[in-house]
């Protein structure tokens, strides 16, 4: 088949599926829950554009109290936050008080203290947009802007459980170094008139630094949790063995979900299907390296998975690395609002989305066009398995109703 051809077939079925989410929820079924979810979409849709200089004007808070007061059990903010924008701007804009090594970890950032004493990641930028990174889908630096573009589509999804990130520029000369730690200026170097800098990390190394051009440096910015919600790290059940010739059991074993089925906290709660929501989301992004994941700690298994670390993403547009989706294709199971919300982003409406949500980030654009276009290529993917899966053990063994809600403490 010629491209042109193919091209025409796939913006036929693409049309087809956008028609299919109408009659989905807005025709026969014409359930409560479908309705409700459309009713959820549509409001998301209508805050997704953030303005860029946004303040606060209502409260004496800082924005950072603004936002601990969003995190709870099951949401890092809530769907409704009309000061998002601000808090995203004065991460973007707030001046630094103290810069230091990173936490623990494989790849190089730094640890930041803005004014008022908050704490955020800054992850500095190592690919142009359109580098594709080859080789395993996990392989190469943490990317900046797949970790500001994972946290948008975690609003478009309607997660909920992601980290607040923007993009920043800063100047290492005038803004880091001043205020930076003994420990992280003794990595600090020149390439050519580029300040540069590779930090400590696991993999980091002073003849692979990061560079600014000249002395300013794009980056992203990532809120730290408040820490009255201590987290807890979590073995992801479908973690990789990330060694040669060696299998991990869920990639020899398609009834492996059953024996996952019967180990605390996939045994009960909401966890689960956390862990297949977030196989969608990564896939969706292109990550397959969520080795390990967090919950807030002493949860009972009620605590959201939530989605950190997200920088392994984004790195070739060309890639559908499928084994992202085992929870998904071997569990058969995904939440109700999630299947809806996901067909609701069919037709692209999911890279235009993308679009308007991170249309007025500092570092903008963020994604670039193939990147965008794997997103809806994606979305296609998962809602055919999910089909699979209903035309294999029937849509309510499939499609399971969980809008656990827990309240504020």
């Known amino acids: 088949m010629k491209l042109k051809q193919r091209v025409v077939l796939l913006c036929a079925v693409l049309l087809l599926l956008g028609l299919a989410k109408v009659f989905l929820l807005d025709g ?11 009713r959820a979409f549509r409001k998301m849709e209508a805050g997704l554009v953030l303005e860029r200089s946004a303040r606060l004007t209502h409260t004496l808070q800082s924005p950072w109290e603004v936002a601990a007061q ?24 707030a001046r630094l008080e103290r810069a230091d090594v990173g936490y623990k970890g494989t790849q190089l950032k730094a ?3 803005l004014d008022g004493g908050q704490k955020v990641v800054f992850k500095p930028k190592r690919y142009s947009r359109d580098y594709v990174v080859e080789g395993e889908p996990y392989a190469g630096y943490d990317r900046h802007n797949a970790e500001v573009a994972a946290f948008h589509l975690d609003r478009i999804l309607g997660f909920r459980r992601a980290p607040l990130v923007v993009g920043r520029f800063v100047n290492l000369r005038t803004e880091i170094k001043p205020v930076a730690t003994d420990q992280l200026l003794s990595t600090f170097l020149m ?9 400590k990390c696991y993999y980091c190394r002073e003849s692979e630094p990061a560079c600014a051009e000249g002395e ?4 992203s910015v990532t809120l730290w949790l408040p820490d009255v919600w201590p987290l807890q790290k979590h073995r992801h059940p479908w973690g990789r063995t990330y060694r040669e010739g060696k299998l991990a059991r869920w ?12 180990m605390p906290p996939y045994d009960a709660g909401p966890r689960l299907l956390d862990v297949i929501d977030t196989a969608i989301f990564d ?6 390296d969520r080795h390990h994941y967090e919950s807030f700690q002493d949860d009972g298994g009620a605590s959201m998975l939530i989605l950190l670390d997200n920088a392994k993403s984004f790195g070739n547009a060309a890639l559908d690395e499928r084994s992202i ?13 999630t299947w809806n919300r996901l067909n609701l982003l069919l037709g692209g409406a999911l890279s235009a989305d993308m679009r308007q949500a991170s249309g007025n980030d500092p570092i903008a654009p963020v994604l670039a066009e193939p990147h965008l276009a794997a997103l809806d290529r994606r979305l296609v993917a998962v809602i055919a398995t999910v089909r699979q899966c209903m035309e294999t053990q029937g849509p309510d063994n499939t499609l399971i109703e969980d809008r656990m809600n827990l309240p504020h403490p």
């Open 191 to 199: 390439q050519g008139n580029n300040t540069c800098f590779y930090g």
């Open 283 to 288: 896939y969706l992004i292109g990550n397959a």
């Open 28 to 38: 026969g079924e014409g359930s409560a829950a479908s309705r409700r979810d459309l």
């Open 216 to 219: 300013v440096m794009e980056g």
């Open 251 to 262: 990639e020899y074993d398609e009834s492996y979900c059953e024996a996952v089925k019967k």
């Open 111 to 113: 640890l930041l203290v």
């Open 70 to 93: 969003w995190v709870g059990p099951r949401e890092v903010y809530p769907d409704e936050t009309p000061e998002l924008a601000a808090v995203l701007n004065a991460l973007a804009s």
């Open 325 to 337: 989706l085992a929870p998904l294709y071997q569990c058969c199971m995904v939440r109700v609002s």
